[in-house]
């Protein structure tokens, strides 16, 4: 069966958003689908590709969030659509716990290859994001014989129990699920804009919270995303990570680099570590890597991954063969397409123009991020009194206008732009000049 999807080029609005047939399916939806999954805009999709999605009622819309971070090759690359028919008609699992095959190898060379340093790696492969957090602390814990997981504020790692426990924000994501597990230590992060502090004053006073609160000789992991994700789009005061990463390697504690959201290409580099030259002892990986089939992985120093036995780590689907299938085409694509560069190339466009709008207008505080992981933070004008309500009000009229903008940060005040890295310069610039007019009009009201 050959199938052909549609390819729009543009933006294009038929109906309001959501149209009749979205709003139609939404009201299917709450009779069936548990309240408690939740949709940034529910414009129900029925196919996507080149920064487009297209919704029930024939709607075209820019997308700036590819799946939160997840299709950075594009919604249906060719070589991921390629190789996942391919192997989806010689087989869809075995499960590499009874019958391995070639694929799960491969994407674990890959991962030996691209993740930062070049001492000798293993890697063991997982579904979600959380998975891999939660397997990163697992293996840390039986390669040093020690409990205690330090984390930061603002930090998101998953909604399992035990990274739960390691992310910061009550409300949604932790409130009534209790009991949380325990051996999780906060302390500060690095956050420029609101704690004035530079990365080595910052990293002295997290240092200072986990030896005397912790003890530095009890600290099995130091887990934290490069740039923070859902906290905010946080890039850490510079001297910040490779502080923490000197402090592990002198106490005997694993580093864990969370790059769930800032990896495969999304910051302008393939891991956000590499920014500062830090070489994580472990980092885990999901999203981005299969260009939105779910994969996951946790990779390191060989002798850490190695110190679990056999056995001690897996899951049904870890490694699924049409999942591995997605990553080797997404990371052929990265490398053939040199999305790197590409995410590079969306940052200068971005962030001067919205530097521009700060300026001009007088309600963004901060702007920042690196490569195409980028965000606005909205304040109260001359304070650093957080805007929750504007920034809502600012991605709603985008919404409106066909441009899918995701907000996040723990004030609830930062719209984060993560357009898939393939986005044409055209689509670009036209959801960025919907963005800035919606902006204007959310003030001028
Ligand atoms: N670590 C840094 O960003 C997922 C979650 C959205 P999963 N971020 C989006 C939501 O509301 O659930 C994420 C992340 C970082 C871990 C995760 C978890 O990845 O694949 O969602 O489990």
């Known amino acids: 069966m050959t199938v052909t999807a549609p390819a729009p080029k543009h933006r294009r609005l038929r109906t309001e958003i959501p149209g009749p047939a979205s709003r139609a399916l939404q009201e299917r939806r709450a009779a069936t689908v548990a309240a408690g999954v939740s949709s940034v805009l529910p414009v129900y999709v029925t196919s996507a590709s080149g920064g487009l999605l297209t919704d029930a009622d024939g709607n075209t819309l820019i997308d700036f969030g590819s799946g939160i971070a997840v299709t950075n090759v594009g919604h249906s690359a060719p070589a991921v659509v390629d190789r996942v028919r391919k192997q989806a008609c010689w087989f869809t699992h075995t499960c590499f716990m009874v019958t391995p095959y070639e694929g799960y190898v491969e994407v674990c060379e890959a991962l030996g290859e691209l993740t930062p340093g070049t001492h000798e790696k293993r890697s063991v492969l997982f579904n979600s994001g959380a998975e891999a957090v939660e397997n990163a602390v697992k293996i840390a814990r ?25 992310t910061a924000k009550s409300v949604p994501y932790k409130h009534g699920f209790g009991p949380f597990a325990p051996e999780v230590y906060r302390v500060p992060g690095s956050y420029p804009f609101r704690d004035g502090l530079t990365g080595e004053q910052a990293a002295a ?32 005061a510079p001297g910040f990570l490779p502080a923490l990463s000197r402090w592990c390697a002198e106490h005997g504690a694993v580093f864990v680099a969370d790059e769930v959201q800032t990896g495969f290409c999304r910051t302008g580099d393939w891991f956000a570590s590499s920014h500062e030259d830090v070489v994580p002892d472990l980092v885990a990986t999901a999203k981005g890597i299969a260009g939105g089939l779910p994969l996951a992985a946790v990779t390191g120093r060989a002798e850490l991954l190695d110190a679990v036995p056999a056995g001690g780590l897996g899951g049904t689907y870890g ?28 940052g200068e466009a971005v962030l001067p123009r919205l530097r521009a709008l700060a300026a001009e207008t007088g309600v963004i505080g901060d ?10 933070e909205f304040v109260r004008p001359g304070t650093t009194e957080p805007d929750a309500e504007l920034t809502a009000r600012v991605a709603k009229a985008c919404h409106a206008l066909g441009v899918v903008v995701l907000t996040c ?6 719209v984060r732009l993560l357009p898939p890295l393939s986005l044409s310069g055209e689509l670009l610039d036209e959801g960025l000049s919907v963005l800035e007019h919606a902006v204007r009009q959310e003030i001028s009201r």
């Open 409 to 414: 940060g723990t004030y609830g005040n930062v």
């Open 319 to 346: 490694g699924n063969p049409v999942a591995c299938a997605a990553a080797l085409g997404s990371i052929e694509t990265m490398r053939g397409e040199n999305l790197a560069s590409s995410a590079r190339r969306i």
């Open 205 to 236: 006073a997290a240092l200072e919270k986990i030896e005397k609160q912790i003890g530095g000789d009890q600290v099995a992991a130091v887990v934290i995303e490069p740039i923070q994700g859902e906290g905010g789009f946080v890039e850490p």
């Open 142 to 166: 039986v390669a040093t014989g020690r409990q205690a997981v330090v984390v930061f504020d603002h930090a998101y790692h998953g909604r399992t129990n035990l990274t739960m426990a390691l």
């Open 367 to 376: 702007v920042r991020g690196r490569g195409a992981m980028l965000a606005a």
